[in-house]
């Protein structure tokens, strides 16, 4: 495993980390969950990376059991807060102090950890004074529950808005997590200068595009039994790329992987650590032998020609539209 540091800070995170967004409490059940943290733990990777609202609260209590007995000091473990759980009252949600406030301690609890290494906006909430939000993030910090501060799927825009505040309370806010992969490159334009100029990294989730870019969804043909894109809940996140175009043009990255030595997954985790200002690519997996694979990705350097074909390829189904950046 390779390490990158995360942002303008102390903080180094493995290259790969592991993520239970649609796994964990949901979709895998528990003991297959632990055996895919196992080996994550066996292959070296340290960051682990999950959220309140996920399996609604189920996915970090499942992750705290996984991780019980480890060294808390050789893990960096993230958490995130913004959406309703629950029973859904008015103040269940949003980035307001109270839902802050009392989302931190009910998180630590699950996770089973006096802090965070990393406290995460899920989104940006437009109806709570940004002030409000970063002073209690600031709180948080100053009481030892999180040590460092970062955000999801944030605009440009907002990040700098974010980055100001961040400095005038003397906090550290240092990343960025969003969606990035070979087929959506929204974040180029506007948010990796922009974080870059502000000390941001990215930590990167979905790299394989929901499984797409491992070339098993073939054009006019159903989904695997079983994979994600046959799921309900994950067909909803996977289907703006389950077009015969973009299927299509996937099957033709296959010879490019091989000449590469990689596997389809391996090449799209690759891809997305060549961005210097990626600080990390979240995987996440329902069988051990899928983080086995994936984390092969870390410290593999692609040839310019190689990145080069990659973009040939796959010309005409890349979206780079920054104003896509919550999407899909």
Request: charged share 25%; proline share 5%.
């Amino acid at each position: 495993m390779e390490f990158r540091r995360l942002g303008r800070s102390g903080l180094n995170i493995s290259e790969i980390s592991y993520g239970n967004w649609l796994t964990h409490g949901s979709q895998v059940e528990e003991e297959q969950a632990l055996a895919c943290v196992r080996a994550a733990l066996d292959a070296g990777i340290t960051t682990f990376d999950t959220a309140d609202v996920y399996a609604n609260t189920k996915a970090e209590a499942v992750l705290g059991r996984a991780l019980k007995g480890e060294r808390r000091a050789s893990l960096e473990i993230f958490t995130k807060v913004f959406w309703p759980t629950g029973p859904k009252g008015p103040n269940d949600k949003g980035l307001g102090r109270k839902h802050i406030m009392e989302s931190i301690d009910a998180s630590l609890e699950r996770l089973g950890t006096d802090y965070v290494d990393l406290y995460q906006a899920h989104r940006f909430d437009q109806t709570v004074p940004l002030e409000e939000t970063m002073t209690a993030f600031a709180d948080v910090v100053r009481s030892g529950k999180a040590l460092y501060i970062g955000v999801s799927e944030w605009s440009a825009e907002q990040i700098a808005r974010g980055a100001a505040l961040a400095r005038e309370l003397k906090i550290p806010f240092i990343s960025n997590q969003p969606q990035y992969s070979m087929l959506w490159r929204v974040i180029e334009p506007q948010v990796v200068p922009t974080s870059e100029r502000e000390g941001l990294s990215q930590i990167v989730w979905s790299p394989v595009a929901q499984g797409v870019l491992t070339g098993k969804y073939l054009p006019g043909q159903q989904a695997p039994a079983g994979s994600r894109a046959a799921d309900e809940s994950g067909s909803k996140a996977i289907s703006s790329f389950m077009r015969d175009e973009v299927l299509e043009k996937v099957q033709k990255l296959k010879p490019l992987a091989e000449e590469a030595g990689l596997t389809m997954a391996q090449l799209a985790v690759a891809w997305v650590l060549q961005n210097p200002n990626v600080a990390s690519a979240i995987i996440g997996a329902s069988r051990p032998e899928q983080v086995t694979d994936n984390v092969k990705a870390a410290g593999v350097k692609l040839e310019p020609e190689l990145l080069e074909k990659i973009d040939a390829v796959l010309e005409g189904v890349v979206e780079s539209n920054p104003g896509l950046t919550k999407a899909p």
